[in-house]
């Protein structure tokens, strides 16, 4: 079974307005990252947050985690047509060092 | 800067025929190289990881195969398709050895391969 699952699977949005993705995995972590996807291309990394961190900023992203509910979110703020992409969380393990994916969100932004 | 390199960008090939995919890593040394297949709206599925030359794993069973003649250049490899092959193939690497923890994956642009 998938380690990490985004929710929703869908989201579409006015550009301006701020974007919520969830993540929630399953077992002990060591990190959780979030990468964005645009259509047909490689992933590109965002964001890292250690298990040991709460929260974690990027110019106009913002990373929570929460070790105890198993579940990280990601907040998108003042929205663009260019953040129309899948964006898709990580998780790495304690058990081993290979990272587990999520099946992503979908994030449309409407000009 | 380091950067990656992937090709081709896509490829049509029919069943029974062989398959190479190559990836190059370029301004770093030493990096871990993975090969992952992603089915449409999915996540990604590892299929191999190499921490250096000749060591390379396995995660998933099946007709595909991966070498690395070079430290810094991951082949992906089939000897017959197989219509369940069609994907999207990607190629990333992260810094190895003692860095590799708590590393990003980098990404390459990806294959979209078709079996028909």
């Known amino acids: 079974s998938q380690q990490g699952e985004e929710d929703p699977q869908a989201l579409s949005i006015q550009e301006g307005e701020n974007a919520t993705m969830n993540c929630s995995y399953k077992t002990s972590i060591n990190n959780l990252q979030w990468y964005r996807q645009n259509s047909g291309r490689g992933l590109v990394h965002l964001i890292l947050?250690?298990?040991n961190e709460r929260e974690k900023h990027s110019g106009r992203l913002r990373v929570t985690l929460d070790t105890s509910k198993k579940s990280s979110s990601l907040l998108i703020t003042a929205s663009r047509a260019a953040d129309t992409a899948s964006y898709f969380c990580?998780?790495?393990?304690?058990?081993?060092?290979?990272?587990?994916w999520g099946a992503g969100t979908k994030l449309i932004i409407k000009p | 800067s380091q950067t990656i390199h992937q090709w081709p960008a896509t490829l049509v090939q029919p069943v029974g025929s062989p398959l190479s995919l190559e990836c190059t890593v370029e301004g770093t040394s030493n990096p871990n190289l993975y090969w992952y297949r992603q089915a449409a709206g999915r996540g990604l599925q590892l299929l191999f990881y190499?921490?250096?030359?000749?060591?390379i794993s396995s995660e998933v069973p099946q007709n595909l195969s991966a070498s690395r003649p070079q430290d810094r250049q991951f082949i992906l490899s089939s000897k017959k398709l197989l219509l369940s092959d069609s994907g999207f193939y990607l190629c990333?690497?992260?810094?190895?050895?003692?860095?590799?923890?708590?590393?990003?994956?980098?990404f390459g642009n990806g294959t979209r391969l078709t079996v028909t």
């Open positions: 190499s921490i250096g030359i000749d060591q």
């Open positions: 947050i250690r298990s």
């Open positions: 990580a998780t790495d393990a304690i058990s081993n060092y290979q990272l587990i």
């Open positions: 990333a690497w992260s810094a190895g050895g003692r860095a590799s923890y708590n590393s990003p994956l980098h």
